[in-house]
């Protein structure tokens, strides 16, 4: 079972930044998406950056040039680089991978998630 590993979350004050790692304990194939989430007590877990395989990216309104999400094509790892950080990005950071091997045969992976607290 593979499972996708997170790191580099942890404590920064505001205006600080922080880079999130995710990667994968084992192969994955037919990557087509790869995505951070997170969720703050009490709300909805969030997109917060998705990148395609074919390099475009998606980002929530509340990130926009702020975060930047990128990914190692060799390695099947992706980041988050957080900068400008607010109290209100405080969250349960999770990585996710969806792979795509057939029209029938797709599969949706989790992190663990990773604690990002922004103090003001």
């Known amino acids: 079972q593979v499972q996708l590993v997170e790191s580099g979350g942890g404590l920064v004050q505001a205006g600080g930044s922080l880079r999130l790692s995710c990667a994968p304990s084992g192969s994955i194939f037919g990557i087509e998406t790869m995505a951070w989430y997170r969720q703050a007590p009490g709300k909805q877990r969030e997109l917060v950056a998705r990148?395609?395989?074919?390099?475009?990216?998606d980002y929530g309104d509340p990130v926009k040039g702020r975060f930047t999400i990128s990914r190692d094509n060799v390695k099947n790892s992706v980041y988050l680089q957080m900068n400008s950080l607010k109290p209100e990005d405080t969250a349960v950071y999770y990585c996710?991978?969806?792979?795509?091997?057939?029209?029938?045969?797709?599969?949706?992976?989790w992190g663990q998630g990773t604690q990002v607290t922004v103090s003001s």
């Open positions: 996710n991978v969806v792979s795509v091997l057939s029209v029938w045969n797709s599969r949706n992976y």
């Open positions: 990148i395609y395989s074919g390099g475009s990216t």
